[in-house]
């Protein structure tokens, strides 16, 4: 597969009416209008996932999403900090729609997946949330997905194709190839770059975590609007999302996940392993599309910077129109075109 370059396309009328014939368990109040050329992103459509599902996967009782034929080929959507399952809100009908089963848990520390028991270290090292994923398939009988992510989940995604290959049939990756380690976390960048993760070094401090656990809601608003600068998210579709940010180990899990990075956190032991794994770098050799927003406004490595690390059939997909970090949610007709172009390959 060779480099594309993509605009952005909103939700059709078409579309928005073939989703409204569906019978899944999701609801829309608004469609968006086709656009000939790219113009300035809208607010989301107050949409969102009902019931939600609940089983229990290894450290967890996970709260997941689900849409499309339950025989359909499989696809697990990953969400990130600060963001939940509503990301994808727009994809999953889309996918839905074209025959996929299409399930959307939520991670640890965020919405209804919670702890099964008190004496569970709260840990947000990578290798824990990705024996999450691999726990989520096991439990739900699926042994080969799609795998869509950005983010955490894109971290996520991309450690379980590079470690579990066969568990996966393709993947879409958002930013790319996020795989890292404390180690390689110890080298300095150049200043703009840090000045960047800011937040990072925020939430090294305890200052930091009192000031995330007491201000939670305001200070991912703030990242969402740092991180997608050209999104004009209304505060209803924040609202929604901001709910999952009130899971009782969500403030722990995001604190644990920055300060592992830097090698102020101790993991766990049985992860050892993989984490030593990770630190290598491993190929990831899956069907994969990475995708980039023209306007992300958060920490992301440049295209050209991963191309050597997926060794498989490969494509690169810059979306133009204002998008920003939460690609998924902000151009939700592309990325649920890569998931469906990814499961061909």
Same mark, same amino acid.
């Given at each position: ?83 939940? *399952? ?59 997905? *799609? ?199």
């Amino acid at each position: 597969m060779e480099d594309i370059d993509c605009h952005r396309r909103t939700f059709c009328g078409g579309a928005a009416a073939a989703f409204a014939a569906m019978p899944l368990s999701m609801v829309s109040t608004s469609s968006g209008e086709a656009a000939q050329t790219p113009k300035p992103v809208q607010p989301i459509s107050a949409a969102t996932f009902a019931p939600i599902k609940l089983v229990q996967a290894g450290l967890l009782n996970v709260g997941y999403a689900e849409a499309g034929p339950p025989d359909g080929p499989v696809v697990i959507l990953l969400h990130g900090w600060p963001y939940d *399952i509503h990301s994808f809100v727009e994809v999953a009908p889309i996918l839905a729609g074209k025959g996929y089963r299409v399930i959307v848990p939520y991670l640890r520390g965020f919405g209804d997946t919670r702890f099964l028991s008190t004496d569970t270290m709260r840990n947000g090292e990578p290798a824990a949330l990705a024996q999450d994923a691999i726990d989520l398939l096991d439990a739900l009988k699926i042994d080969r997905a *799609i795998l869509g992510a950005f983010d955490i989940g894109g971290r996520t995604a991309d450690i379980v194709a590079a470690l579990s290959p066969e568990r996966v049939r393709g993947l879409v990756a958002v930013s790319g190839y996020l795989i890292s380690s404390q180690e390689s976390n110890k080298q300095p960048l150049p200043p703009d770059a840090e000045y960047q993760w800011w937040y990072q070094f925020y939430f090294a401090t305890e200052r930091g975590r009192l000031g995330y656990e007491k201000n939670t809601h305001a200070f991912n608003k703030l990242i969402w609007k740092l991180a997608s600068p050209q999104w004009h998210f209304d505060d209803a579709t924040f609202d929604r999302t901001a709910t999952s940010f009130d899971n009782p180990d969500h403030v722990a899990i995001v604190i644990h996940n920055y300060r592992w990075r830097l090698g102020l956190a101790e993991g766990e032991a049985h992860y050892a392993d993989v984490e030593r794994k990770l630190a290598s770098n491993p190929a990831i050799t899956v069907p994969t599309i990475t995708m980039e927003g023209d306007a992300n406004g958060a920490p992301h490595p440049a295209p050209e910077a991963y191309r050597a690390r997926f060794t498989g059939r490969y494509e690169h997909r810059t979306i133009r129109g204002g998008i920003g970090h939460n690609l998924p949610q902000e151009a939700p007709r592309d990325f649920a075109q890569a998931v469906m172009d990814v499961a061909s390959r």
